[in-house]
């Protein structure tokens, strides 16, 4: 199983970015897929998930209304646009993987099987 992000890097205040994470070795339409960050002695931090139906998703309440989660199971992949970026948003970015996943349990980082590499996402003031 491979989960391969990408699409990190450095922007301005306000700017956006749109990462990716590909997916390779699990039946993807079975899997909710979302995205998590981290900064250096910090906890993981839940952003958004989205359901293996695609039809439901989730948000930090920090990123709500500026980050949208989208999946292309014909792609196996997973996206997410981040616009207006802040400052506060730079962080390593993780896609994970969690096959038939619970609702319950979507925010917790310990529920999921599979993890990206990470990428990077720097936002200057």
């Known amino acids: 199983v491979q989960l391969q992000a990408s699409g990190g890097g450095l922007v301005q205040a306000g700017g956006s970015l749109r990462l990716s994470c590909a997916a390779s070795?699990?039946?993807?339409?079975?899997?909710?897929m979302a995205w998590f960050r981290q900064n250096p002695g910090k906890d993981r931090e839940f952003v958004a998930a989205?359901?293996?139906?695609?039809?439901?998703?989730y948000y930090a309440d920090s990123v709500k209304g500026r980050f949208t989660i989208s999946r292309d199971n014909a792609k196996n992949t997973v996206y997410l646009q981040m616009n207006r970026l802040k400052p506060e948003d730079t962080a390593v970015y993780y896609c994970?993987?969690?096959?038939?996943?619970?609702?319950?349990?979507?925010?917790?980082?310990?529920?999921?099987?599979?993890w990206g590499q990470g990428t990077q996402v720097t936002v200057s003031s």
């Open positions: 994970a993987a969690k096959q038939w996943a619970i609702v319950s349990a979507t925010r917790d980082s310990g529920y999921y099987d599979y």
């Open positions: 070795g699990i039946t993807f339409s079975r899997y909710t």
């Open positions: 989205i359901r293996y139906s695609g039809g439901s998703t």
